[in-house]
Structures are given as C-alpha cells and as structure tokens.
C-alpha cells in the first residue's frame, strides 16, 4: 500500500535537536501539501507544519514555530522537519501524511490528508 515513511525519531535530551524525514517516494498520486503530526501517549493527534508541494508555503502551528521548522527538497521528494529546543511536551510519535484534498483555501490551506506513514518516536528525557 502506498504511504510516506518517517525517520529521524530517537531520543534526546531536553533542550536537544533532532530532524524527522518524510520520504514521499512511495506515493504517486497528487497531492497538494506534506503535512507532519504528533500524537503523545493518551492524546489526539495534533497538526503541527504542513507545506505546499508545488509552491512556496508552509506553515506551522503558534505552539512550535519558534522551535519546529518544514522545509522540502523536490528533487530527492522529502519533507523534513527541523526541531530545536526540545522538551518533555514534544515526546509523541510524528507522522506525515498527503494532503490530497484541500477542505478549506486560503493562505493557510486546510487538507484532507491520506497515505500516513508509520510515524517515528520521538522521546525527550533527561
């Protein structure tokens, strides 16, 4: 089944970096936007960046934005997610996903999203 696949998750200690890769690769049908997830133990999944294939846009959540950055490299079809100054709230499993419809337009688009990857862990503890 076609779907994006994660990587980069690990362990890190709080106020440490990681960077998650989206690999894009295994799905070939359109899709408007990359979007990146988390899900803490007990929690909904919460949206926190998404970024347009095809032009230059990207968003990303109040909570993170000043620590989260997505960016894309076309040519090798990843997405990555850059985290900075990580803390104990940030522990969660991330996934990334096609946003294969758009539920709603504007500069932030909402999208319909689809082929979810497996997601990677991401622990924060000292």
């Known amino acids: 089944q076609s779907q994006f696949v994660e990587s980069g998750g690990g362990l890190v200690h709080p106020g440490g970096s990681l960077t998650l890769s989206c690999a894009t690769s295994?799905?070939?049908?359109?899709?408007?936007?990359v979007g990146w997830f988390r899900q803490a133990r007990g929690s909904e999944r919460e949206g926190i960046a998404n970024?347009?294939?095809?032009?230059?846009?990207?968003y990303v959540a109040d909570s993170v934005k000043d620590r989260f950055i997505i960016f894309k490299d076309n040519t090798k079809k990843m997405v990555y997610l850059q985290m900075y100054n990580l803390t104990a709230e940030d522990t969660g499993i991330y996934y990334c996903?096609?946003?294969?419809?758009?539920?709603?337009?504007?500069?932030?688009?909402?999208?319909?999203?689809?082929?979810w990857g497996q997601g990677t862990q991401v622990t924060v503890s000292s």
């Open positions: 996903a096609a946003g294969v419809g758009i539920i709603r337009t504007g500069p932030d688009p909402v999208y319909e999203y689809e082929y």
């Open positions: 295994g799905v070939t049908v359109r899709y408007f936007a």
């Open positions: 970024i347009s294939v095809n032009v230059d846009r990207a």
